[in-house]
T-cell receptor, first 115, second 112 residues
Framework: EPEVTQTPSHQVTQMGQEVILRCVPI?????FYWYRQILGQKVEFLVS????????KSEIFDDQFSVERPDGSNFTLKIRSTKLEDSAMYFC?????????????FGNGTRLTVT | DAKTTQPTSMDCAEGRAANLPCNHS???????VYWYRQIHSQGPQYIIH???NNETNEMASLIITEDRKSSTLILPHATLRDTAVYYC?????????????FGKGTHLIIQP
């Protein structure tokens, strides 16, 4: 069964550094998402992406964040200058269409630790 | 999207059916009920979804009441690997770019 893959599984970085989290969505999917989950808290929506542009973003997704689909397969989340509070699990998800009867499929996440 | 209410936690004996309830009294006619689970900080895993009819797949069954104000996820023969947080989410047909809104879910613990 096709799946969403994310790399790396764990990323450690120093405060102020830039990080890029990578995702390969399911190949025929058209809509892509990033979510995050701070330890012990809810899974939170960050951003959705379609047709090479952001469809919607949450208040969390400020100017420090950006997303890109650099080629036909990868979808990336960049954090320009990491802060301690960016430490979290980051999940990528994709969906084939936005009809209500299509489920989002999630990757297993990247654990980002900012020291 | 309509809000959902789930118990914070539940226990179930291994080999028994686990029945997880969800209230969604403000659900509207074009909203689907989705169930996901999350095993120990892994990515949320899709289980099943439905609009108004009961649904069954290889993982679970979904029973939706006739008025659609509540539903029950049934894991027919729970195993220890089914210990996870289970999320009941309602989602509008036609999407909404934000995909899914997660609550706190039900922490299901399968007891040996």
């Amino acid at each position: 069964e096709p799946e969403v893959t994310q790399t790396p599984s764990h990323q450690v970085t120093q405060m102020g550094q830039e990080v890029i989290l990578r995702c390969v969505p399911i190949s025929n999917h058209l809509y892509f998402y990033w979510y995050r989950q701070i330890l012990g808290q809810k899974v939170e929506f960050l951003v959705s992406f379609y047709n090479n542009e952001i469809s919607e973003k949450s208040e969390i997704f400020d100017d420090q964040f950006s997303v890109e689909r650099p080629d036909g397969s990868n979808f990336t989340l960049k954090i320009r200058s990491t802060k301690l509070e960016d430490s979290a699990m980051y999940f990528c998800a994709s969906i084939s269409n936005r009809l209500g009867n299509s489920p989002l499929h999630f990757g297993n996440g990247t654990r980002l630790t900012v020291t | 999207d309509a809000k959902t209410t789930q118990p914070t936690s539940m226990d179930c004996a291994e080999g028994r059916a686990a029945n997880l309830p969800c209230n969604h009294s403000t659900i509207s006619g074009n909203e689907y009920v989705y169930w996901y689970r999350q095993i120990h900080s892994q990515g949320p895993q899709y289980i099943i979804h439905g609009l108004k009819n009961n649904e069954t797949n290889e993982m679970a069954s979904l029973i939706i009441t006739e008025d659609r104000k509540s539903s029950t996820l049934i894991l027919p023969h729970a195993t220890l690997r089914d210990t996870a947080v289970y999320y009941c989410i309602v989602r509008v047909a036609g999407g909404g770019a934000d995909g899914l809104t997660f609550g706190k879910g039900t922490h299901l613990i399968i007891q040996p």
